[in-house]
């Protein structure tokens, strides 16, 4: 049987082609259980076995653009999409030199988790979720969410021309929230941090939600907070708030938090309503949300159920 390792690696090549964009999702729900008990394909081997039944026949023509694997992107290894930086090979004169690839390939789902969810189910549900969303979101390309470059079908090398199906997406520069506030460190953020970083997070939402996209994944690593002007002009010297113990004092600077919003994959769709994107509209949304996660946040806390670590965005604007 393949590994994961085994078929994408740095240096892999893969050869990409437009693919006919599915149809909007009827339903973005997803079907956690099994009636009747667990169906096949449970296993890699009945996974990989239906991959190639499922094959489909790629043109006889060159490549629409063909791409160079580069670095995994931080991302569950059990998960249906396996998500890299990519290299393009010269040629493709209308796309970037480097781009985010999203490969939805369901063999290798985790064996447990394949007893729960459909994995090929989730696939598809996952890319007509994201490319319906991206159609909505063509205004904000470039700026709130990164640019949408197409969605492919590519044969993996070696493996009985089995088919998988591709996304390009712009690569953004910057670093997700996760990243720059731990879950550890979660709780040291000062005030005057927490306050920032969660008012620019929910302004990103509203303004996606404007386009008629609610993001039901809302969590830190799905917003990149892009670099700031602070580390362009080299102030080592420079503090941002006051507190000795804030794990951002050096490195966030609050005044300047230009936010992207990644990864639609699980996704609510309602009416586009600009509304959402007015200052003021957003300001009493998000005093309502604020309110309303906090009081959930603290009787989570009061009976057990989660930890400060583990109710991510409560955690950065923790308790004072």
């Not at 489909?56 to 991302?75: Q, W, Y």
């Not at 729960?116 to 470039?142: N, Q």
Request: charged letters at 25%; a negative charge; one cysteine or more.
């Amino acid at each position: 049987m393949p590994t994961l390792e085994g078929t994408y690696y740095p240096g892999a090549t893969l050869d990409l082609y437009a693919w006919q964009q599915p149809d909007p999702p009827i339903s973005t729900e997803v079907k956690y259980t099994f009636k009747d008990g667990p169906r096949i394909p449970t296993q890699l081997s009945e996974r990989y076995k239906k991959s190639i039944a499922e094959r489909v026949a790629l043109p006889s023509t060159p490549p629409t653009v063909s791409i160079t694997l580069e670095r995994r992107m931080d991302s569950s290894m059990s998960r249906v999409p396996h998500v890299w930086t990519a290299r393009v090979l010269a040629g493709a004169t209308t796309y970037p030199s480097h781009l985010v690839a999203k490969i939805y390939d369901p063999v290798f789902s985790d064996d447990e988790e394949a007893g729960h969810d459909d994995p090929f189910h989730l696939r598809d549900l996952c890319i007509s979720c994201e490319v319906e969303s991206y159609r909505r979101l063509e205004p904000l390309y470039g700026t709130q969410v990164p640019r949408f470059y197409g969605y492919f079908a590519a044969m993996v090398p070696d493996q009985d021309s089995r088919t998988v199906f591709v996304l390009l997406l712009e690569e953004v520069p910057g670093r997700d929230i996760r990243t720059i506030v731990p879950p550890d460190d979660a709780n040291k953020v000062c005030p005057k941090h927490k306050e920032a970083i969660i008012d620019a997070a929910l302004r990103l939402f509203y303004d996606v939600r404007a386009c008629g996209v609610s993001q039901v994944d809302m969590t830190p690593r799905n917003v990149i907070l892009r670099p700031q002007k602070h580390g362009l002009l080299s102030m080592p010297e420079a503090r941002f708030c006051d507190s000795e113990e804030c794990p951002v004092a050096l490195d966030v600077d609050c005044d300047d938090l230009d936010m992207v919003m990644v990864d639609f994959e699980v996704v609510d769709f309602k009416e586009p309503d600009p509304k959402f994107g007015e200052p003021a509209v957003q300001k009493e949304c998000m005093e309502a949300i604020i309110c309303l996660e906090l009081k959930y946040y603290m009787l989570a806390i009061a009976v057990g159920r989660v930890d400060e670590r583990e109710f991510q965005w409560t955690g950065i604007t923790a308790l004072d």
